[in-house]
Nanobody
Framework: VVELQESGGGSVQAGGSLRLSCEAS????????MGWFRQAPGKERVGVAC????????YYVDSVKGRFTISRDNAKNTLYLQMNSLKPEDTAMYFC????????????????WGQGTQVTVFS
């Protein structure tokens, strides 16, 4: 059974930082491109950042460039999202996802999803 388990969410004041983790099990982690997505109440789920299987390439949506960093540790089967300079508009449920052959931020192209971790940024 494939499982992606996010952790690290919470409430933080604007300007603060959080580090999200996503621990994967039941799949060959280094065979999958990985992504972070977020969904605010009443809005669609959108891509935030993605990373290739080896971690050699990354891509970010414009709104988080320079503030968020995606990384992975294939030895630990874990994906990370370091979030700095957080803004209230970053408030959302954050999800990690795995794609066997797709690299990008298209929601429909990801095969496996975690349950999400809530991030709330207050001003």
């Amino acid at each position: 059974v494939v499982e992606l388990q996010e952790s690290g969410g919470g409430s933080v004041q604007a300007g603060g930082s959080l580090r999200l983790s996503c621990e994967a099990s039941g799949l060959p982690f280094d065979d999958y491109h990985m992504g972070w997505f977020r969904q605010a109440p009443g809005k669609e789920r959108v891509g935030v950042a993605c990373i290739t299987r080896s971690g050699g390439s990354t891509y970010y949506v414009d709104s988080v460039k320079g503030r968020f960093t995606i990384s992975r540790d294939n030895a630990k089967n874990t994906l990370y999202l370091q979030m700095n300079s957080l803004k209230p508009e970053d408030t959302a449920m954050y999800f990690c996802a795995a794609a066997p052959s797709y690299y990008g931020l298209g929601v429909r192209n990801y095969k496996y999803w975690g349950q999400g971790t809530q991030v709330t940024v207050f001003s």
